[in-house]
C-alpha cells in the first residue's frame, strides 16, 4: 500500500512538472495573397489591446511563443501594412498549445484550450448577424457613391440596427452562460455600454472567486460609478491639475449656482465642432449663476494647451490629469463616450447628464431665465 502511494505520488508529481509554463499559437492561412505578409498578435493589458509581438506568414503559417501569468484575450492583426484589407481574430492567451486556422473566406477557427472552443462556439453564431451588418455598409457605401438614394438609406440603417442588436443579445446571452469562465469574461468589455439594470443581472451569475477577476471587477466598478453618479445623487468631486499645473478641484466651484462638467479632448471632433454653442450659452448665463468646469481626456501637456488656445474658450476652469481615457473624470464618471457633461445644482445634486446644444440651452432657460 505504501509504495502504491509513493507510486501515485510520484506520477502527480510528474503530471505538476508537464504544466505549461508557455504558449505556443500556431496558425495557417490559405489566402495566397497573405504569403509574406505580417501578423501581429496584440494582448489586452489593462483593458487595452497592445501589439507585443510580430510574425511573419511563410508557406500558408505563422506562428508565436511567450508566457502569460494568466489567460489574456489577444487578437491576431493580419496584414497590417495593409488597414483596408487587415482583418483580425480573437484568440484567448493562455500557456498551452493553441491553434488557429483562417480559410479562404477568411473564416476563422482557434482550437487548442477549453476557453477557445468555448468562445469559437459564439463566433460561429455571432457570424451570421455580422456578415449581414456588413453586407448591409457595403450597400451603403455603394448608394453613397451613386448619389445616395434617402429611402433605401433609411431601411439599411433599420435593418442594421435590428441585426445590431440581434448581436448583442447573443452575446448578453453567451456572456451571462459562461460568467464563471474566462471565455466569457473576456468579452464583458462589449457589453460596458449596457443599461445597468442588464449588466448587474449578468453580474448576478458570478461567483466568488470570479469577482475577483480583473475584468469582471472592472465592469462591477463601473457599474458602481454609474449608480454613484446617476441623475439625482450628490456629484463625486474631481481633483486635478490646471492649465498652469495647479490641482484644483471640482468642490471649489459646486455650490456657487449651476455648474457643468464639460468632458472633452482636443482630440475629440465632436468636442470641438460643439463649442462655439457651449461658449454662446456660456456667455448668456454666467452672470446669472451658470459656470463650466473643463475635463480633458488629453494625453498630452502641449496638445491639450494649444488645442484649448485654438478654441478661444472663455475663462471658465480647466483640468485635466493627462491619462486620456484612463482619466479619473471617467473612472468616476463613466461617459460611455465624448462630449459628455454632467449638470449639478447648487445643492451639489447632480440634474441632467448628456446635455448639448438646445438642449442645454433649454435647460438653462428654464432654471435661470
Known amino acids: 500500500m505504501k509504495k502504491l502511494s509513493i507510486t501515485i505520488l510520484a506520477a502527480l508529481t510528474l503530471f505538476a512538472c508537464k504544466q505549461e509554463t508557455t504558449y505556443t499559437v500556431t496558425g495557417t492561412v490559405e489566402q495566397v495573397e497573405l504569403e509574406g505578409k505580417q501578423v501581429l498578435l496584440g494582448k489586452n493589458i489593462d483593458g487595452t489591446m497592445t501589439w507585443t509581438d510580430t510574425a511573419v506568414i511563410t508557406d500558408g503559417a505563422f506562428a508565436f511563443t ?6 489574456t484575450l489577444g487578437r491576431l492583426l493580419f496584414n497590417p501594412e495593409d488597414r483596408p484589407n487587415s482583418f483580425s481574430v480573437s484568440v484567448l492567451i493562455e500557456n498551452a498549445k493553441i491553434s488557429v486556422v483562417v480559410d479562404a473566406e477568411k473564416i476563422s477557427k482557434v482550437s ?3 476557453n477557445n472552443r468555448i468562445l469559437q462556439t459564439f463566433v460561429d453564431v455571432e457570424r451570421i448577424p455580422v456578415q449581414k451588418m456588413n453586407a448591409l455598409v457595403q450597400e451603403a457605401n455603394l448608394i453613397h457613391q451613386a448619389g445616395g438614394d434617402t429611402a433605401r438609406m433609411r431601411v439599411l440603417g433599420e435593418e442594421y440596427q435590428a441585426l445590431s442588436s440581434e448581436r448583442e443579445e447573443l452575446l448578453v446571452e453567451f456572456v451571462a452562460n459562461n460568467i464563471n469562465n474566462f471565455a466569457g469574461q473576456s468579452q464583458l468589455s462589449g457589453l460596458a455600454n449596457l443599461p445597468v439594470e442588464k449588466l448587474k443581472e449578468v453580474l448576478a451569475k458570478a461567483n466568488a472567486k470570479t469577482l475577483q477577476v480583473p475584468e469582471v471587477e472592472r465592469i462591477a466598478k463601473r457599474v458602481e460609478a454609474i449608480e454613484r453618479t446617476a441623475v439625482g445623487q450628490p456629484f463625486v468631486d474631481l481633483r486635478m491639475p490646471d492649465p498652469d499645473g495647479n490641482e484644483i478641484a471640482l468642490s471649489d466651484f459646486v455650490g ?10 482636443t482630440w475629440c471632433g465632436p468636442c470641438r465642432v460643439g463649442k462655439p454653442a457651449m461658449i454662446a450659452t456660456y456667455n448668456k448665463y454666467k452672470d446669472k449663476g451658470f ?4 475635463v480633458w481626456f488629453d494625453n498630452s501637456h502641449d496638445a491639450w494647451i494649444n488645442g484649448m488656445k485654438a478654441l478661444n474658450l472663455p ?10 481615457w484612463q482619466s479619473e473624470g471617467q473612472l468616476q464618471y463613466v461617459t460611455s463616450g465624448i462630449p459628455h457633461s454632467v449638470l449639478i445644482d447648487p445643492n451639489g445634486i447632480i440634474i ?13 432657460a428654464e432654471l435661470l431665465d
Do not use: C, H
Open 66 to 71: 511567450g508566457s502569460v501569468e494568466r489567460p
Open 315 to 324: 475663462d471658465w476652469p480647466q483640468m485635466s490629469d493627462l491619462k486620456g
Open 256 to 265: 456657487n449656482g449651476y455648474v457643468m462638467i464639460d468632458f472633452t479632448a
Open 112 to 114: 487548442g484550450t477549453k
Open 352 to 364: 441632467a447628464r448628456g446635455l448639448r446644444g438646445d438642449d442645454l440651452a433649454n435647460k438653462l
Open 291 to 294: 459656470n463650466i468646469v473643463g
